[in-house]
């Protein structure tokens, strides 16, 4: 299956703290991406990683991308009661033509 | 950005009945939209790739005489679920991807409810 999995289910920590979500995937990818989905909304495209990069930031964000091991991960760093929400890796094949969705992360910050 | 609209945000229909709902891509033209479901704290499930002009390709175990797409230009694409039953109630998201893009834009979703 193509489609990602993402651990842990959930995640609960104290704001401030770190939070990481990592995705694994079974097949060739194009590139990565992360997702992230307030309850009853749509996705909010956080950051995309291509095959040939290993990581890559955004403001608190941090991801990581190792296709040896076909495995992603999302760092959120010093986490605000602002980041609750679901996460998603999404992996696209290009030969494929679509992108496939993990399972989520449920992120909880206790404030 | 890129923004796509999608509406309704919500519906409420009766079994029976058909609901179509629209995604357009506001500022970029969308050679191609792929269309959604999400039950409650689940992952996306990918029912279709539509691209302009041409049939859209359903996903394994998706009716496409159910579910039903158009993408008659490169801004719009419609779902429309026929014959409505309790069971089709479920959150419906499109995304939309621009000719030579990488990333996707999210519409920001319809939650159906078939009572």
């Known amino acids: 299956s193509q489609q990602g999995e993402e651990d842990p289910q959930a995640l609960s920590i104290q704001e401030g703290e770190n939070a990481t979500m990592n995705c694994s995937y079974k097949?060739?990818?194009?590139?990565l991406q992360w997702y992230r989905q307030n309850s009853g909304r749509g996705l909010v495209h956080l950051i995309l990683i291509r095959s040939n990069e290993r990581e890559k930031h955004s403001g608190r964000l941090r991801v990581t991308l190792d296709t040896s091991k076909k495995s992603s991960s999302l760092l959120i760093t010093a986490s605000r009661a602002a980041d609750t929400a679901s996460y998603f890796c999404?992996?696209?094949?290009?030969?494929?033509?679509?992108?496939?969705f993990g399972d989520g992360t449920t992120l909880t910050v206790k404030p | 950005g890129a923004v796509v609209s999608q509406h309704p945000s919500r519906v409420i229909c009766k079994s029976g009945t058909s609901v179509k709902i629209e995604c357009r891509s506001l500022d970029f033209q969308a050679t191609t939209m792929f269309w959604y479901r999400q039950f409650p704290k689940q992952s996306l499930m990918l029912m279709a790739t539509?691209?302009?002009?041409?049939?859209?390709?359903?996903e394994q175990g998706v009716e496409k005489d159910k579910f039903l797409i158009n993408h008659a230009s490169l801004t719009l694409s419609t779902l429309t679920v026929t014959s409505a039953h309790p069971e089709d109630s479920s959150f419906y998201i499109c995304?939309?991807?621009?000719?030579?893009?990488?990333?996707?834009?999210f519409g920001s979703g319809t939650r159906l409810t078939v009572v």
């Open positions: 539509s691209n302009e002009g041409s049939k859209a390709t359903y």
């Open positions: 097949t060739s990818i194009n590139n």
């Open positions: 995304s939309a991807k621009g000719q030579g893009e990488e990333g996707y834009t």
């Open positions: 999404a992996i696209h094949n290009t030969n494929a033509g679509k992108s496939t």
